[in-house]
């Protein structure tokens, strides 16, 4: 017989001896000391019940634990009253351990996918029918030029549209949108419900780099095929003109009697051979933007880079009369970058500033080295010319395209495919033509 069964026992025996006692003191000694059997007899009882209680109170414990999620109790205590216990309190202990198992691995879980969210640079954010921001990343702020979002309401000053574009959006479709800072944003919509409450949750991607790669692409096919046809169709006149001019001082202006017109045929000729090598050198000036090589990168001093450009051109613009300031406020950042290239980016830019204020009184060019919070460096070359106006602002990167007189249009495109080649962007920035310049911008990773 186990512990426990021994023990209800004794509990019944005693029991059994003070009831048989008291009613023996009732019948034959006296009635009023019988009475003070009573309490003894139901302490004992309530003994009994409370000792074959424990099992409701123990099942009490371990379904509270469950409930609150309070996996550290321990069954243990009443071991002693017998195997049935001691299994009981082992299998009690199981459940709990199992328990307390599943949420530490739930836990890691949730913990390792809030890190994969928390870092990834692609941006998610997701919401309730009210619009109320359930979850948001770092990078979603990041795209969206936020450190704080509450509600997508919040949204429609900051960027015009997209308040509507998110909360209309179905699931499983996508959009595109444009931010202020010429920013192409992919935003992809999806639909959870959670406890009987519907959940949008959104994934934003800036494509910019992207569609610029392909633009960049698409212009050097365009530009290799336009240099192959062009380059096929003019050399052969160029060798024709050239046997023309031959034929021409060989066998016809000896024997010719009008010198007028061999000296005219002689001029359209030139003319014809002049604009067909004009041609090709102007075809041949886009080599560069179709074969531009891979950047050989190494380690370079941001301030270094920009004072030995800027110090290429101090004779120029002295004797030009424009006055010129270098601000660089990130003195010990460092590039990871190809020099050469770099720096044909900035002489391009400095030059094409210099050029603008060409009619501009007290000319000023200002080129300015910052480094953000975001882990990038900033330079911008800005000018107090006339400005670009809105037409030419969508041109302006657009191989070919140009403003100037002798330009050739390649020098800004040709500059952006190696921003772009060193992962970064080159963007320009001017209120328009009405005299308050233009600020070229140029944004590195360090």
């Known amino acids: 017989m186990n512990g426990f069964s021994i023990n209800i026992s004794l509990r019944v025996v005693l029991l059994t001896i003070t009831i048989t006692a008291g009613v023996w003191v009732f019948l034959d000694i006296n009635t009023s000391l019988a009475y003070l059997f009573l309490p003894l007899i139901l302490i004992q009882?309530?003994?009994?019940?409370?000792?074959?209680?424990?099992?409701?109170?123990?099942?009490?414990?371990?379904l509270e634990s469950i409930r609150y999620e309070d996996f550290s109790i321990r069954f243990s205590a009443d071991n002693k009253l017998g195997r049935s216990f001691k299994l009981l309190n082992q299998q009690f202990n199981e459940v709990l351990e199992a328990f307390r198992q599943t949420r530490a691995e739930k836990e890691a879980n949730l913990k390792y996918i809030d890190t994969i969210v928390q870092h990834i640079s692609i941006g998610v954010l997701s919401f309730d029918a009210e619009g109320k921001i359930e979850l948001i990343n770092p990078a979603a702020f990041r795209l969206l030029g936020l450190y704080r979002l509450r509600n997508l309401v919040e949204l429609k000053n900051i960027h015009p549209g997209l308040?509507?574009?998110?909360l209309e959006l179905p699931a499983n479709n996508k959009a595109l949108y444009a931010t202020k800072q010429q920013q192409q944003l992919s935003i992809h919509a999806t639909a959870v419900r959670l406890q009987g409450r519907l959940i949008k949750l959104i994934s934003i991607q800036n494509i910019h780099s992207e569609l610029q790669k392909k633009e960049l692409e698409a212009w050097q096919n365009l530009t290799k095929?336009?240099?192959?046809?062009?380059?096929?169709?003019?050399?052969?006149?160029?060798?024709?003109?050239?046997?023309?001019?031959?034929?021409?001082?060989v066998d016809i202006a000896p024997s010719a009697n009008n010198k007028e017109g061999i000296a005219d045929l002689r001029e359209a000729l030139e003319t014809v051979e002049s604009r067909s090598k004009g041609i090709m050198n102007f075809?041949?000036?886009?080599?560069?933007?179709?074969?531009?090589?891979?950047?050989?990168?190494?380690?370079?001093?941001?301030?270094?880079?920009v004072t030995g450009v800027s110090s290429l051109f101090q004779p120029d613009m002295k004797q030009a009369g424009i006055q010129f300031l270098l601000m660089v406020d990130a003195d010990q950042a460092e590039l990871h970058a190809d020099v050469s290239q770099l720096q044909m980016v900035l002489i391009n830019l400095i030059k094409n500033a210099m050029d603008a204020l060409e009619h501009t009184h007290e000319p000023a060019i200002e080129m300015k080295v910052y480094q953000p919070a975001n882990g990038q460096v900033i330079i911008e070359v800005t000018d107090n010319g006339p400005g670009i106006d809105e037409g030419a602002m969508e041109k302006?990167?657009?191989?070919?395209?140009?403003?100037k007189k002798k330009g050739s249009g390649i020098g800004l495109s040709l500059s952006q495919q190696i921003v772009q080649l060193h992962g970064g962007q080159l963007k320009v920035n001017s209120p328009g033509n009405n005299g308050n310049g233009s600020t070229f911008s140029i944004s590195l990773n360090i």
Request: charge should be positive; aromatic fraction near 16%; glycine fraction near 2%.
């Open 225 to 249: 095929i336009l240099r192959h046809e062009i380059m096929n169709s003019v050399t052969p006149i160029v060798s024709l003109i050239g046997t023309m001019r031959e034929i021409v001082d």
């Open 283 to 305: 075809v041949n000036a886009y080599r560069d933007y179709t074969t531009l090589p891979q950047p050989q990168f190494t380690n370079i001093n941001v301030r270094t880079l």
């Open 396 to 403: 302006i990167f657009i191989p070919f395209f140009t403003t």
């Open 163 to 166: 308040y509507d574009l998110l």
């Open 45 to 62: 009882m309530y003994g009994i019940y409370y000792y074959l209680n424990r099992i409701n109170r123990k099942l009490t414990l371990f």
